[in-house]
Structure formats: C-alpha cells, structure tokens
C-alpha cells in the first residue's frame, strides 16, 4: 500500500514569513495530492489539492508543488499569519477504481506575531 | 447548512465496556469513512463505507464495528476487545464512490477516553 511520510512534525515561523512542509510518497501510482488544515478541537478541512498531471498549483497565499520523479510534493504559505497556526496533513490517494486516501503524520505550524 | 454531526463530543468509558459513535451527514454523500487520531501518528483508516448496506475494513479495524443502514448515517462501536481505544475518532464523508479525487468533508470529532 500506500506510504506518505511528512517533515517537519513541528515548524514555528515568525509571522508575514514562508512556511514549507514536505511530504514524500511511495507509490508512482498515486495520482492526487491533497493538503488538510486541523484546527484545534475541529475536524481537518481541505485547503489544497493537486492532481499529478499538474506540477504547482496555487490560491492565494499557499502552493503546492509536485515532483512525480521524486514522488514529493510540498505545501508552500506564504505571508504567513497567526490564523494559519494549525496541524496540516498531506496525503496522497492511489488512481484506478476506489482507492482510499493515505495521510501523513501531520506538521503542527505555529506563527509568531 | 450541509455538514457532518459527531456525537458525543467527548465520552468517557471504562474498561470492557462497549461505546457506539454517531455520524450523520446531510450532504447527500454517498461514502462515509471512520478514521483515527493518535499524536504523532496522523490520520488511519478504521471503516469506510461506499454505499448502503455496505463497508469495508481500513488499516486498524480490529476492535472495531460499523453499520450503514442509511445513507446519512455511518455508526461506529468501539468494543471492549480495542486494546487502546483512548483517541480522537473523526467521521468524513465524500460524494463518490468511484474513480477521481474525494474530496473528504470530516466532522468535528469525537474524542473518548477510557478510564
């Protein structure tokens, strides 16, 4: 199966600064890549998602990149604000028929006004 | 508005005792997914359910049942053989059940301890 593995666990940013978070997959089969903001005592929320015919994608201030020979994708904040402190996910979902979606361990983000 | 109801929000249970989880959704969905919520450890599969009267197994469904009599709600037991059934347990839902991406739409979670 699918194996998506996620860095950092903890990342603190001063506020109006980037934030990166990386993930990398296992799976060349995997064909969509979304990202989840978790927001503390709420369910995850979708923010961002990429397919794999697409190497960035962008809304706003965030980004995700994505390098299939790699097989990592990135999410990118920039302009960073105390709002965005929360838990991000990445994951990564297997094409063909119904696949179930693969998450990472999370990145907890903390800006510091 | 359209969303995923989780109940209780916390439970707590002593030890041997079976707990059930409610899940209802209104978004018309038809797949509906019971994950798990460890620190440290992301977000693991325990039950997903495409259609009613269907589900399948995720990657921790030992200690674990669900049902899917209706469309709208997704049930989940947590029994007294879980070992470790203290976490936070989050119910989603996504609109298909066949091939693209699912976009996952999750509840506010339900957090159990047991004592």
């Known amino acids: 199966g699918e194996n998506v593995e996620q860095h950092p666990s903890t990342l603190s940013v001063q506020e109006g600064d980037s934030a990166v978070i990386k993930c990398t997959y296992s799976d060349s089969a995997s064909n969509y890549f979304p990202w989840y903001k978790q927001e503390l005592g709420k369910g995850p929320q979708l923010i961002i998602d990429i397919r794999s015919n697409v190497g960035e994608k962008k809304d706003q201030r965030i980004a995700v990149t994505l390098n299939k020979t790699a097989k990592h994708f990135s999410l990118h904040i920039t302009e960073t604000q105390p709002e965005d402190s929360a838990v991000y996910f990445c994951a990564a979902r297997l094409s063909g028929g119904y696949q179930k979606v693969t998450f990472g361990t999370g990145t907890k983000l903390q800006v510091i006004p | ?115």
Not at chain 2, 57 to 84: C, H, M, W
Not at chain 2, 96 to 103: E, H
């Open chain 2, 1 to 115: 508005d359209g969303g995923i109801t989780q109940s209780p929000k916390y439970l707590f249970r002593k030890e041997g005792q079976n707990v059930t989880l409610s899940c209802e959704q209104n978004l018309n969905h038809d797949a509906m997914y019971w994950y798990r919520q460890d620190p440290g450890q992301g977000l693991r599969l325990i039950y997903y359910s495409q259609i009613v009267n269907d589900f399948q197994k995720g990657d921790i469904a030992e200690g674990y049942s669900v049902s899917r009599e209706k469309k709208e709600s997704f049930p989940l037991t947590v029994t007294s053989a879980q070992k470790n059934p203290t976490a936070f347990y989050l119910c989603a839902s996504s609109i298909g059940r066949t091939t693209g991406a699912n976009v996952l739409t999750f509840g506010a979670g339900s957090r159990l301890t047991v004592l």
